[in-house]
Nanobody, 125 residues
Framework: QVQLQESGGGFVQAGSSLRLSCTAS????????VGWFRQAPGKEREFVAA????????FYGSSIQGRFSISRDNANNTVQLRTDSLIPEDTAVYYC??????????????????WGQGTQVTVSS
């Protein structure tokens, strides 16, 4: 069973930055397309960003508006999500997910095979 782990969340002021990381058991992250999603209280899970296994293809949710950047380090089996210019509306639990041994990430959470437990990001105004 593949296990994913997110880290890097926290409580920050608006305008701040955080770097979220996702890693997994085995080599699951380095061999897979990866997505980041988030879920705020009372809201549906929202697509944030995705990156292909090679790192050549990335895309973002419309609400991100150029403030976040996804990258990967396959040698270290990690994917990072840098979140800049945070606003209170970014407050949510952030999850990473993988499409196991498949090249691309997608925007649909149902396409993903494994999920982490999430890391809380709270942005105060």
């Amino acid at each position: 069973q593949v296990q994913l782990q997110e880290s890097g969340g926290g409580f920050v002021q608006a305008g701040s930055s955080l770097r979220l990381s996702c890693t997994a058991s085995e080599r699951a992250v380095s061999n897979s397309g990866v997505g980041w999603f988030r879920q705020a209280p009372g809201k549906e899970r929202e697509f944030v960003a995705a990156i292909s296994q090679t790192g050549h293809t990335t895309f973002y949710g419309s609400s991100i508006q150029g403030r976040f950047s996804i990258s990967r380090d396959n040698a270290n089996n990690t994917v990072q999500l840098r979140t800049d210019s945070l606003i209170p509306e970014d407050t949510a639990v952030y999850y990473c997910a993988i499409r196991y041994n498949r090249l691309h990430g997608t925007t649909d959470p149902d396409d993903y095979d494994y999920w982490g437990q999430g890391t809380q990001v709270t942005v105060s105004s």
